[in-house]
């Protein structure tokens, strides 16, 4: 057997390289992983401190596109919920648009802010003007939208790839999760 794929002499060198890549990929968004912390702008491109945004128990990461139909589709959808259900857990919304800009004229910007503008929300909603980050590469946004729940206070994945209908059970089962551990 060849050394050249780590022991895998049934995978050629490119498809071990796609699977390496991969692995690297989906280690950032692991149940346990923190999420790193982030300079992101808000759309009047002031520089928020991402893990200092983090002010409640809890935080749900919604990784989005503006012009993605199931993101429109969905993002009111957990306004809903949000809405319905946030002070009862004690959870704050982070909006972080995957999409990449090159300024404040760039057209992608612009069908962002008219967005947030034509649907308005209590949330912090950000991007990365400065295109430091591959959203693909941080939160595994190949698709979108991507909704993740951090805890709070150290930065943690503790539930990813929910649904939106699923916000709310996640949270009441988690509840009573937490009530058991305190008995």
């Keep these: ?9 049934w995978v050629d060198s490119a498809k071990l390289k796609k699977i390496c890549d991969r692995v690297t990929i989906v280690e950032n968004t692991i149940i346990g992983h923190p999420v790193i912390n982030m300079i992101l702008q808000d759309s009047s491109a002031n520089n928020h401190y991402f893990h200092q945004e983090m002010k409640h128990k809890y935080t749900i990461v919604w990784v989005w596109n503006s012009t993605c139909g199931h993101c429109q589709k969905e993002t ?3 306004l809903e919920v949000y809405e319905k259900i946030h002070k009862k857990y004690d959870f704050d919304v982070i909006t972080i648009t ?36 591959d959203f693909r590469t941080v939160f ?9 729940v951090i805890d709070s206070a150290t930065h943690k994945i503790v539930a990813k790839q929910l649904g939106v209908n699923q916000v709310e059970d996640w949270f009441e089962k988690n509840s009573k999760l937490e009530a058991q551990r305190k008995k």
Excluded: Q
């Design 1 to 9: 057997p060849s050394h050249d794929n780590g022991g895998a002499y």
């Design 98 to 133: 995957e999409e990449r800009m090159t300024n404040k004229d760039d057209p992608t910007m612009k069908s962002w802010r008219k967005y947030l503008r034509e649907h308005p929300n209590p949330w912090l909603n950000l991007r990365d003007m400065n295109n430091y980050h």
């Design 140 to 148: 595994d946004a190949y698709a979108t939208p991507k909704l993740f």
């Design 76 to 78: 009111p959808e957990l």
